[in-house]
């Protein structure tokens, strides 16, 4: 079975860290790109970062550069989501996901998500 | 402020059909033929429906199609369905840096 499961998430106060974990199992991990998306409470989808099969191609949202940094470990069929300086608007429910067509030499976000996580939560707050 | 446009909401009767509407730019939607739609019923994580425009992934109904003219994406469900009801959101690849964008969402109410 394909699946996708998140860890990692918590309440930190703001301006700490937190990192975020993904564990993939029943596909090829390191043939795929791999995302992560977040949802505020109540609110809409929103990308955060992706990154290419081989870490060759990476990609922010301009809400969290220069603060999340993604990363993956082909070995361990793992994502990763270092988040640093986090502030009370990174308070959402965050995904992994995977892109549905792996194709060597192209970035991340092309194709679509077709496998997500069931998500972790972050609250940021003092 | 989302980088794509949806209407907030839409609502048909039981085997009409609808259509969401994604508006972006020519440096998003209408610059390449890399848009996705995503069913989310509350609670749960989304699902992909369409993918690279008009593509449904193996398991999605055809009743669910997807088109693009212009700098604008479409979502039709046909046959509107009581299980169908649920948060749609587009996203689409960008030339930006960011790599990625979302829409921000419309709720479909079948009535």
């Known amino acids: 079975e394909v699946q996708l499961v998140e860890s990692g998430g918590g309440l930190v106060q703001p301006g700490r860290s937190l990192r975020l974990s993904c564990a993939a199992s029943g596909f090829t991990f390191d043939d795929y790109a791999m995302h992560w998306v977040r949802q505020a409470p109540g609110k809409g989808l929103e990308w955060v970062s992706g990154i290419s099969w081989n870490s060759g191609s990476i990609g922010y949202a301009d809400s969290v550069k220069g603060r999340f940094t993604i990363s993956r470990d082909n070995a361990k069929n793992s994502l990763y989501l270092q988040m640093n300086s986090l502030r009370a608007e990174d308070t959402a429910l965050y995904y992994c996901?995977?892109?549905?067509?792996?194709?060597?030499?192209?970035?991340?976000?092309?194709?679509?998500?077709?496998?997500w996580g069931q998500g972790t939560t972050v609250t940021v707050s003092s | 402020q989302s980088a794509l446009t949806q209407p907030a909401s839409v609502s048909g009767s039981p085997g009409q059909s609808i259509t969401i509407s994604c508006t972006g730019t020519?440096?998003?939607?209408?610059?390449?033929?890399?848009v996705s739609w995503y069913q989310q019923h509350p609670g749960k994580a989304p699902k992909l429906m369409i993918y690279?425009?008009?593509n449904r992934p193996s398991g999605v109904s055809n009743r669910f199609s997807g088109s693009k003219s212009g700098n604008t994406a479409s979502l039709t469900i046909s046959g509107l369905q009581a299980e169908d009801e649920a948060d749609y959101y587009c996203?689409?690849?960008?030339?930006?840096?960011?790599?990625?964008?979302f829409g921000g969402g419309t709720k479909l109410t079948v009535l």
């Open positions: 996901a995977k892109e549905t067509i792996a194709v060597a030499g192209t970035p991340p976000g092309l194709h679509g998500m077709d496998v």
């Open positions: 996203s689409s690849y960008t030339s930006s840096s960011t790599l990625l964008v």
């Open positions: 690279d425009v008009s």
């Open positions: 020519s440096s998003d939607v209408g610059g390449y033929n890399y």
